[in-house]
T-cell receptor, first 113, second 111 residues
Framework: QKEVEQNSGPLSVPEGAIASLNCTYS??????FFWYRQYSGKSPELIMS????GDKEDGRFTAQLNKASQYVSLLIRDSQPSDSATYLC?????????????FGPGTSLSVIP | SQTIHQWPATLVQPVGSPLSLECTVE??????LYWYRQAAGRGLQLLFY??????ISSEVPQNLSASRPQDRQFILSSKKLLLSDSGFYLC??????????FGSGTQLSVL
């Protein structure tokens, strides 16, 4: 069973702090990794994708990938109350004929003003 | 960029009634299409995927079925709904951008 695991949370951080979200995956052959943000009652929104080992920065967001450790993380700098949401880690565990994207259970983040 | 249309946004159905949810995609051709379900407070569970017209694969055995009558149309159906079918149903498309994008979802309540 190919799986994606995340810290269940909830994670609470004060406004302006760094929020750190972690994810591990079971399929060593996976090549593409994503972070989605989901507000309550809404569909997931893609915020970051990462394909190579190392860091990838986009504004206040930094994704980190370590394929040897099968570990992906998301850092949110200068956290804002509007960042309060559930963050979903997703991994493309590509099958022979299609891209099979599996999601973790999500981590709930609350940014306290 | 691609756009994924899903309707209805909310649906309340009695146990034993049929279901039909439709999803259409614009802005991409020959996408891989997916149906996910999210139970309350849970993660996304992959239900079905399709790599082309008439090609459907099921990830989990259940009370639901899917069809793809046209390249950009994906339909989720049930003949008789169960209480356990309640959830947030999401259609998703994997196109040329090598990323997965979602429609706005349908919140289904089976009573």
């Amino acid at each position: 069973q190919k799986e994606v695991e995340q810290n269940s949370g909830p994670l609470s951080v004060p406004e302006g702090a760094i929020a750190s979200l972690n994810c591990t995956y079971s399929d060593r052959g996976s090549q593409s990794f994503f972070w989605y943000r989901q507000y309550s009652g809404k569909s997931p929104e893609l915020i970051m994708s990462i394909y190579s080992n190392g860091d990838k920065e986009d504004g206040r967001f930094t994704a980190q990938l370590n394929k040897a450790s099968q570990y992906v993380s998301l850092l949110i700098r200068d956290s804002q109350p509007s960042d309060s949401a559930t963050y979903l880690c997703a991994v493309n565990m590509r099958e022979t004929s299609y891209d099979k994207v599996i999601f973790g259970p999500g981590t709930s983040l609350s940014v306290i003003p | 960029s691609q756009t994924i249309h899903q309707w209805p946004a909310t649906l309340v159905q009695p146990v034993g009634s049929p279901l039909s949810l439709e999803c259409t995609v614009e802005g991409t051709s020959n996408p891989n299409l997916y149906w996910y379900r999210q139970a309350a407070g849970r993660g996304l569970q992959l239900l079905f995927y399709s790599v082309g017209i008439g090609q459907i694969s099921s990830e989990v055995p259940q009370n639901l079925s899917a069809s793809r009558p046209q390249d950009r149309q994906f339909i989720l159906s049930s003949k008789k709904l169960l209480l356990s079918d309640s959830g947030f149903y999401l259609c998703a498309s994997w196109g040329g951008s090598e990323k997965l994008f979602f429609g706005s979802g349908t919140q289904l309540s089976v009573l």
